[in-house]
């Protein structure tokens, strides 16, 4: 392999510039050429191609975002537009490529292999929703900033005694809600894998008198309704805070730099050693290869979250 493309694809999410720091570190020691795509699928479409090379990405380890830009790319969506990709490969030299992105973003690696194309993802999403990795670059980091704004809010509310509805992200996943929820000790946690109806909240909330903080994942659906039905029952403000994207940018944290890195040189290497169809995950703080079934599949919250910390959150 001489030439390698890599793309970062869907929700940018704190980690992805280590993933192409590393890809790229490795493949000048392996003498292979790395070349930037940007904004992703559309930037593979539209041949939008940057050589990459150790001075272009010093200093981006723990940067937040993408130098690469990227995009939910809906013609790549589409057979005929992917048909192109296979002659875009040979007319410029493109061997194989370097996916990081979520879930949608390995979708579109998995349609690329079967267009005959050796591809490796990372998986590069705040939501923590792939399988066979304990975690996804940028969910610490989307976690912890989600953790410092219901910090603020809670003296807000401590002060007013008021109650707070404050929404994450994370798709269909209450990864960050759960972790948020137990980082900040929250007096209610709502996730989409074990969701509670606004009745139930509204009478663990009127065991107190006290101000309360709700954590609510944006997969619960719209937290509107809920609110009423709680400033109805508790006869107290309630008030409804997105932390929305504020989550998804920032420095990353040291482990999503650190493992962000270690996947991209990781990645680098299965490609140029003929492996393929894989996702580097992050198992013990090793990197692992992860076959494309695996990792699409979704992660579910796992039992001892489910049985053990969920109830002690909901009913504290
Ligand atoms: O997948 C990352 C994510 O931030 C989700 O948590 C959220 O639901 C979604 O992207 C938001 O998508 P968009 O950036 O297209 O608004």
Redesign the pocket.
Same mark, same amino acid.
């Given at each position: 392999m001489k030439r390698v493309g890599i793309l970062t694809s &869907?929700? %940018?999410?704190p980690g992805m510039n280590a993933a192409i720091a590393g890809a790229v570190t490795a493949a000048e020691q392996k003498r292979i050429e790395i070349i930037g795509i940007w904004n992703g699928y559309d930037g593979l479409l539209d041949e939008q191609f940057l050589p990459l090379s150790s001075s272009r990405v010093r200093g981006i380890n723990s940067l937040g975002g993408t130098i690469l830009g990227t995009s *939910?790319s809906e013609r790549f969506m589409l057979p005929e537009w992917r048909r192109r990709v296979p002659d875009t490969m040979a007319s410029t030299g493109l061997d194989g490529l370097i996916i990081v992105g &979520?879930?949608g973003s390995l979708k579109g690696a998995v349609a690329l292999e079967q267009a005959g194309i050796p591809t490796v993802g990372i998986p590069g999403?705040? %939501?923590n %929703?792939l399988g066979g990795t304990d975690f996804t670059l940028g969910f610490v980091t989307?976690a912890e900033t989600a953790v410092k704004a219901v910090r603020r809010l809670t003296d807000v509310a401590l002060s007013e005694k008021g109650v707070f509805v404050v929404e994450v992200? &994370?798709?269909n996943?209450g990864y960050?809600a759960m972790f948020v929820g137990l980082a900040t000790g929250a007096d209610f946690v709502n996730i989409p894998e074990a969701p509670s109806t606004p009745q139930e909240i509204a009478l663990k909330l009127s065991q107190s008198e006290e101000s309360a903080i709700v954590i609510w994942a944006? &997969?619960c659906g719209d937290p509107s309704a809920a609110a009423e039905t709680l400033k109805a029952a508790l006869h107290r403000d309630v008030e409804i805070s997105r932390i929305g994207?504020l989550? *998804?940018g920032g420095t990353a944290s040291t482990l999503d730099s650190f493992i962000g890195f270690g996947m991209g040189a990781a990645a680098l290497n299965a490609l140029s050693e003929g492996r393929r169809s894989v996702m580097i995950g992050v198992r013990n703080l090793q990197p692992v290869e992860v076959p494309y079934e695996v990792a699409v599949q979704t992660n579910p919250i796992p039992p001892y979250l489910q049985q053990i910390l969920l109830p002690l959150l909901n009913t504290r």
């Open positions: &869907g929700g %940018d999410s *939910r &979520g879930n999403t705040i %939501d %929703d989307a992200m &994370g798709r996943s960050i944006e &997969g994207y989550q *998804r």
